[in-house]
Structures are given as structure tokens and as C-alpha cells.
């Protein structure tokens, strides 16, 4: 057997035994899916009405509802992989015939199957509350696209602040900030009608483009600078992550 037919067949195994988890405690899906569509409620039939955009508020606001789905549901992909360093999973590793690249393989693709199940869920959702979007076929392959680059840029990251973390409870809190970007980003209002300082905030960060570029796919009216920037954030974000991880992983295992 080569050398990564091996690797991908410990990351198949890795892989199960985080499906398993996932199934023995469904509240990390559960709350990934949940707390959006509750913002979704909150923002479309209570705040809503109160903001002009120009066009169908579920519309708008259903691009940044599905970035937000991303972010809640990493908080416990960070707590598994701190848990396997501190528990002592990765030293029983040691003396077995095992990749250790699978562990970290397998967090980042379970991370992104979850997320894409709790993302349907959302965007079904929405469908019921009002979305209609213009996409073609076309751009709906281009969303998903961006939703896979987006998903395993956050997964990486996730999975290198896992390691980065003492405890499995300090990992849980280091993701944090990932849950809190989408309400400092044009998610739910144009980054133009913030103040000063949260305005400039909000058109530098990464999810901005990011969710703009999906706005833009969904109502069939693309722009390639958005798209571009992007696609740009969730390479670098992604490399960093990937970089960060590895190196972590390398010098506590």
C-alpha cells in the first residue's frame, strides 16, 4: 500500500470515529442549526422592517445567515481536537502504523460535512420564510463553490486553534470570534450605513467579500471584484490555518 492510499484510508477510519461522536452527542448539529435560524426570525419578522436594502430582507440577510451557520457550528470541532491532545488519543497514536495527518484530516472534512448539512437546513428555511433567489444553475455551482472554500478556510483555522489551546474549554472560546464576525460584516446591513470605524471594519474583514460574493450569485447579479476578493481570503485564511496546524501539530505530538 503507498504512502497515501495509507494516509487515506487512516483518515476514512479517523473520519468514522468523528461520525460516531457526532452521533452519540447530535447538540453540537442541533445548536449549529438552531441559534441561526433564530437570528433568522429575529432579524427577518421583528428587525426587518426596519432596515432599508433595497430589496427583500430574507434575501438580503440569507447570504450572512449562512456564514453565521458556518462559525456556530466550528466552537466544537475546536473542543474535539483539543480534547484528542489532552486526553491522550494522539500518544496511543504513536505506536501504531497510524497517520497522525489523518487525525487533522478527518476533523477538517467531518467540520465541513456538518456544516453543509446545518447550511441546507438554513436555506430550506429561508425558502419558507420568503427567499427567492434569481440564481441560475450556473451560479448556484459558483455558491457552492464559495461555501466549500469558505467552510474548509474556517475549518482549518478551527482545527489549528484547537491545537493552539491548552484546554478543551479554552478551544471552545477561541472560536468565538468566528461566531462574532457575521454581525461586524455586511450580513445583515449594508457596511455603508454603519458608523465610522465599524463601517471600515466591516469592508476589510474576510466575510464581507465573501458574503457579498454569494448575495451577488444568489440574485443572479455576480461581481467578479467581490468574488475575487473572496476567493483571495479563503486561500490565504485556509494556507494559514493548514501552515499553523501542521506546525502545532508537529510539536505537541
Known sequence: MSAISASLADSTTMLRRNFRHTMRNPLTLFNAIIMPIFVMFLMVYVLGGAFSVGT???DYVTPGLIMMTIGYGVSST?????????????????????????????????????????????????FLMGFRPSASFTEW????????????????????????????ESAGLAAVPLMLLP?????????GKMGAGARQF??????????????????????????IAAIAWCVGLTLIGYLWARASFTKRA
Open 183 to 191: 454581525f461586524l460584516s455586511s450580513a445583515f446591513v449594508p457596511a
Open 56 to 58: 427583500n430582507y430574507v
Open 78 to 126: 475546536a473542543i474535539a481536537v483539543s480534547s484528542d491532545m489532552t486526553t491522550g488519543f494522539i500518544n496511543r497514536l504513536r505506536v501504531m502504523d497510524v497517520s497522525r495527518a489523518a487525525v487533522l484530516n478527518a476533523h477538517v472534512i467531518a467540520t465541513m460535512l456538518r456544516s453543509l448539512v446545518a447550511i441546507a437546513f438554513i436555506i430550506g428555511v429561508a
Open 202 to 227: 466591516a469592508e476589510y474583514q474576510p466575510f464581507t467579500p465573501i458574503i457579498e460574493t454569494l448575495r451577488g450569485l444568489l440574485t443572479g447579479a455576480p461581481s467578479a471584484g467581490s468574488a
Open 141 to 168: 455551482l459558483g455558491v457552492i463553490g464559495i461555501v466549500m472554500l469558505a467552510v474548509l478556510a474556517i475549518g482549518w483555522l478551527t482545527v489549528a486553534f484547537g491545537l493552539a489551546a491548552k484546554t478543551p
